[in-house]
């Protein structure tokens, strides 16, 4: 991939999608074809950093629309009009934008913490998740006392990587996993984490429009990877620590994902992925494993976090594949979306610490 000459962010289109106030009860049960997701039972956790707002009902203990999700993002961005900036990076197959946020936390900082999820439509705890994240970083004051880099930090945050498949998670098959681009005359969509830039066809992909693994065509065919590669490869100096956030399996994992040879720098992601290991067990006494995607998990080519590390220079390139280890698997119950999104934060609490240290307040 030549580098895109793009100089930088742009300014959101005001032609983007129309907003919805959030149905503070949304109930998948009733959806077509839908497994069944049961609502949570436990105390409503609502948007503190949307509090006395007309979007201060937004829970985050719920699963969204996608519809829902933009509406937040855009009610945050109007909140903190000073900090955030949303921005629209690209567009679906079906023609949904892409969005993504610029939280601002230290005009003075020039680096970026960059999160993603839902690039596999099914893995819907990946997005509350990162609401959660989101949520817990604007209701924070940017240099909270004792609070970390987490609080100190600029980021850029594309809560859904993958709209149109995460819209049909919703209207039509709960477990669809890949875009909605026409792969063939049989088959649609592509898997977005074996299409970018990196090891492309290789082992742990597939050649098959048909395959739930499908690479695409060629390196960045899809929308939503061009639109991430080139908004990453932006940045690339910038941006100093990289996640992406998937499910399922509990795991924290670094490059590589293409080969289980080690990569330059493992010694230094171990040090990292042990306290954010300690700090998972700490919050909610469950164990993540740690270590290379590869050898932890399985091989896989044209993944985001080889193409963050070894194209993008991003030395702390990351990946976590969230709750659980297989009982409920894609179909995590709404009870487990706030003990998930809170020792996630935490584990990503203490990377940023091991990374940054402790900032002078």
Same mark, same amino acid.
């Given at each position: 991939m030549q580098p895109p000459q793009r100089s930088g962010l742009q300014p959101q289109q005001a032609a983007s999608t129309a907003l919805m106030a959030p149905n503070p009860n949304p109930n998948p049960n009733q959806l077509p074809g839908r497994l069944i997701v049961p609502l949570s039972s436990s105390t409503p956790t609502y948007s503190q950093a949307l509090n006395g707002s007309a979007m201060g009902h937004f829970r985050l203990d719920q699963y969204h629309t996608l519809e829902e999700i933009y509406g937040y993002l855009e009610a945050v961005a109007r909140r903190f009009p000073g900090r955030v900036q %949303?921005?629209?990076?690209? =567009?679906? $197959?079906?023609?949904? /934008? #892409?969005?993504?946020?610029?939280?601002?936390?230290?005009?003075?900082?020039?680096?970026?913490?960059?999160?993603?999820?839902?690039?596999?439509?099914?893995?819907?705890?990946?997005?509350?998740?990162?609401?959660?994240?989101?949520?817990?970083? %604007?209701?924070?004051?940017? =240099?909270? $006392?004792?609070?970390? /880099? #987490?609080?100190s930090k600029n980021y850029i945050i594309v809560p859904v990587v993958n709209p149109d498949g995460y819209a049909y998670t919703w209207s039509t098959n709960r477990m669809w996993r890949k875009n909605r681009s026409r792969s063939s005359s049989r088959c649609s969509g592509?898997?977005?984490?074996?299409?970018?830039?990196?090891?492309?066809?290789?082992?742990?992909?597939?050649?098959?429009?048909?395959?739930?693994?499908?690479?695409?065509?060629?390196p960045t065919s899809e929308p939503e990877t061009r639109a991430l590669s080139e908004l990453m490869w932006s940045l690339r100096d910038r941006i100093k620590f990289y996640l992406t956030m998937h499910s399922f399996n509990q795991l924290w994992a670094c490059p590589y994902a293409h080969t289980t040879e080690q990569s330059a720098h493992l010694s230094a992601h171990m040090?990292?992925?042990?306290?954010?290991?300690?700090?998972?067990?700490?919050?909610?006494?469950?164990?993540?494993?740690?270590?290379?995607?590869?050898?932890?998990?399985?091989?896989?080519?044209?993944?985001?976090?080889?193409?963050?590390?070894?194209?993008c220079g991003i030395v702390h390139s990351y990946l976590v594949e969230l709750r659980d280890r297989g009982k409920h698997g894609f179909v995590l119950p709404a009870d487990e979306i706030m003990p998930t999104?809170?020792?996630?934060?935490?584990?990503?609490?203490?990377?940023?610490?091991?990374?940054?240290?402790?900032?002078?307040?």
């Open positions: %949303l921005f629209t990076i690209g =567009k679906t $197959a079906e023609q949904r /934008p #892409i969005k993504a946020l610029e939280v601002t936390n230290n005009a003075s900082d020039p680096d970026y913490v960059w999160l993603d999820a839902l690039t596999h439509a099914r893995e819907w705890i990946t997005a509350t998740t990162l609401l959660y994240t989101m949520d817990r970083i %604007l209701a924070a004051q940017p =240099k909270a $006392a004792n609070g970390g /880099p #987490i609080f592509a898997d977005l984490n074996r299409n970018f830039d990196h090891s492309f066809g290789g082992e742990g992909s597939s050649s098959d429009p048909c395959s739930h693994i499908y690479s695409g065509a060629y040090r990292v992925l042990r306290q954010i290991q300690q700090a998972v067990y700490q919050t909610e006494a469950v164990h993540y494993e740690i270590g290379p995607l590869s050898t932890s998990l399985y091989v896989g080519s044209g993944f985001g976090i080889d193409f963050a590390y070894d194209r999104a809170r020792e996630t934060f935490a584990g990503l609490r203490a990377g940023l610490r091991a990374v940054f240290g402790q900032p002078s307040m």
